[in-house]
Each structure stands twice: as C-alpha cells, then as structure tokens.
C-alpha cells in the first residue's frame, strides 16, 4: 500500500460553518466526525478534513483539490452561485478570474477564517502517470 494522507485537522472560526461551505461548493458530504471536536468534509473515501473551531491564532493554509473537467465546471458554478469571490493565481487580488496554468484549468478562492482553498484539472505539483 502506498502513503495516503488520511485526515487533516483545519483550524476556523466557525467549524460548522467553514465546513459546511466548503462542503456545499465541493459536493460532498460534511458532518459531526466520529470521533473527537470536529465537523468533518468527507472529500473522498479516503480523505476527512476535520475542521475545528478555536479562538487562538492560527496559520493560514493552501488547500489544493485535483478534479476532472466536469467536477471542476461543477465547483466553479456552485462557488460562482454562491457568490464568493475567486482568483486565477494565488498572489493576485480577487479578480473573478480562473487559469489555463499547464494545459487545464485552476481557480482559488479564500472562506471566512482566510485558508486559501484551490481546485486545478492538471497538476503541476508532479509529473503526469
């Protein structure tokens, strides 16, 4: 078997909150997790983001989602539906923008407590199979 990140602890605000909007743009389910303070985005069989509501100051992180084309068109009209503002690069300001980076496409977009969330159709983080 090969390493699989499993879950991933997501610090916000407001658990139920970011994980439902993350949840609803995604199209997946979401939830109070199984075990623990978390409400959990169930991204894929085998990965759980598990937000967790905390007052301390927290990093802000990048979150990046691979898809297909039909997934990303998918995404793209429920975060446009939802009118959250989105960018083409991770350094622009928001410019209702998405890229064409490496033959695919890409658009980034931040939630309320500031992580930095990112769907792309061709990866540029390895080379492809």
Same mark, same amino acid.
């Given at each position: 078997?090969t390493?699989?990140?499993?879950?991933?602890? !997501? *610090?916000?605000?407001?658990?139920g909150?970011?994980?439902?909007?993350?949840a +609803?743009?995604?199209?997946? *389910?979401?939830?109070?997790?199984?075990?623990?303070?978390?409400?959990?985005?169930?991204? =894929? +069989?085998?990965? /759980?983001? #598990?937000?967790?509501?905390? #007052?301390e100051? $927290?990093?802000?992180?990048?979150?990046? $989602?691979?898809? /297909? #084309?039909?997934?990303?068109? +998918?995404?793209?009209?429920?975060?446009?539906? &939802?009118?959250?503002p989105?960018?083409? /690069?991770?350094? &622009?300001?928001m =410019?209702n923008?998405? =890229?064409?980076m490496?033959?695919?496409?890409?658009?980034?977009?931040?939630?309320? +407590?500031?992580?930095?969330?990112?769907?792309? /159709? !061709?990866?540029? &983080?390895?080379?492809?199979?």
């Open positions: 078997m390493v699989q990140l499993d879950h991933f602890i !997501v *610090p916000a605000r407001d658990e909150a970011a994980a439902k909007q993350l +609803e743009i995604l199209g997946v *389910p979401w939830g109070k997790a199984a075990v623990g303070p978390f409400t959990a985005v169930y991204v =894929n +069989e085998g990965l /759980t983001l #598990d937000f967790q509501t905390t #007052d100051a $927290f990093p802000v992180s990048h979150y990046c $989602f691979r898809v /297909t #084309d039909a997934q990303f068109d +998918e995404i793209f009209a429920r975060l446009q539906a &939802a009118g959250i989105y960018k083409d /690069t991770p350094f &622009a300001p =410019n923008k998405t =890229n064409t490496f033959g695919g496409r890409g658009v980034y977009w931040m939630l309320p +407590e500031g992580h930095m969330w990112e769907v792309l /159709t !061709v990866s540029y &983080a390895r080379p492809p199979s």
